[in-house]
């Protein structure tokens, strides 16, 4: 049984492990808070959001949906579906880690494949480091946001200056680094021309989903028998 | 919209906490696979959608999206590839106006 003050001294060591990743998670947390205003939410919506969801690529998802006037059943479809992968990170960390149920929920509340990332480089996994590691990420996204609310209460009209372009382009950011295997570019391509079509008789969820449904069944396909590096 | 909010907080929490739940719990080894390519999938339907959701998708919108790619391939920064395309459609505007 580790002493307090270790494991006080592992989680900041965790926190501060952490901090170059936030050079990514501010101007992230920048992008979504511009689009969620210009999306027409408030800055507490804004923030409240990130507190609560704490989930780049499912909040800007959410935000672009909202601009389309998506129903509330399918914004929170499409946030759970952007981050299904939580569910095999969750998995991968119970494995290493002997949790109690409090420790479950907290680390829960913080859990994010970047903080599970940086806690794997500090050493052998170990809980108050995952917490540090997860708190920081916590804390530079949320800063980030409530800078982006700020930008975009002062900026002009949403379509002015292209920054609705934003959104796209900060997946694409996400994206592009994932792409590194045929598996994972045959998926890109299939999804994109499946978004293509169905955007085209579908409100944008509908085709989002879609996209997301048949790549993953295409992915799962063309890995059938190799070991899959998607 | 704040309660659609809260609701997309519950969610995405339960998702967290499912896995370190049922850690004991294996997967059909379809369902892995499937599960690896749930970012690469979903993120691409985003940003086709958003390309060619709310305005119609303008010239210049793609080829700063292209530009755009090329810059997250090349540094692999987030903030690299939100600049290097917004660079090219301002200027592409700049030079042209909305085509």
């Keep these: ?230 | 919209m704040l309660w659609v909010i809260l609701g997309m907080g519950a969610g995405v929490y339960t998702l967290r906490l499912v896995g370190l739940v049922f850690r004991d719990v294996a997967l059909p080894p379809v369902w892995e696979r499937a599960l690896r390519f749930v970012p690469v999938a979903l993120l691409t339907g985003l940003v086709v959608v958003g390309l060619t959701g709310q305005v119609s998708a303008e010239p210049i919108r793609l080829i700063a999206v292209a530009g755009a790619a090329f810059v997250a391939h090349r540094t692999g920064k987030m903030w690299a590839c939100i600049l290097g395309g917004m660079a090219v459609y301002w200027l592409l505007w700049w030079i042209g106006g909305p085509l």
């Design chain 1, 1 to 230: 049984m580790k002493s307090r003050s270790e494991a006080r001294a592992d989680f900041w060591r965790g926190y501060l492990a952490l901090l170059p990743l936030w050079s990514g998670a501010i101007p992230a947390g920048v992008a979504y808070g511009v689009a969620a205003r210009s999306a027409g939410l408030g800055v507490v919506e804004t923030q409240v959001m990130s507190l609560v969801v704490f989930s780049a690529a499912g909040q800007i998802g959410a935000v672009s949906l909202i601009a389309g006037g998506a129903s509330p059943l399918l914004l929170i479809g499409t946030v759970m579906a952007l981050n299904a992968q939580l569910v095999l990170l969750g998995l991968a960390i119970g494995r290493q880690l002997q949790l109690s149920w409090m420790e479950r929920l907290a680390t829960a509340w913080l859990l994010t494949d970047g903080a599970y990332g940086v806690s794997l480089g500090v050493g052998p996994l170990r809980l108050a480091v995952l917490l540090g590691t997860g708190a920081s990420m916590y804390t530079g996204w949320n800063l980030g946001t409530a800078l982006g609310a700020g930008i975009g209460a002062v900026l002009p009209s949403p379509g002015a200056f292209g920054i609705d372009l934003v959104a796209p382009l900060s997946f694409l950011a996400v994206l592009v680094p994932l792409v590194r295997s045929r598996p994972a570019l045959l998926v890109a391509v299939v999804a994109g021309a499946m978004a293509l079509l169905l955007a085209r008789v579908a409100p944008g969820g509908v085709a989002v989903l879609g996209a997301g449904l048949v790549g993953c069944a295409v992915g799962a396909w063309a890995t059938r028998e190799k070991i899959c590096s998607g």
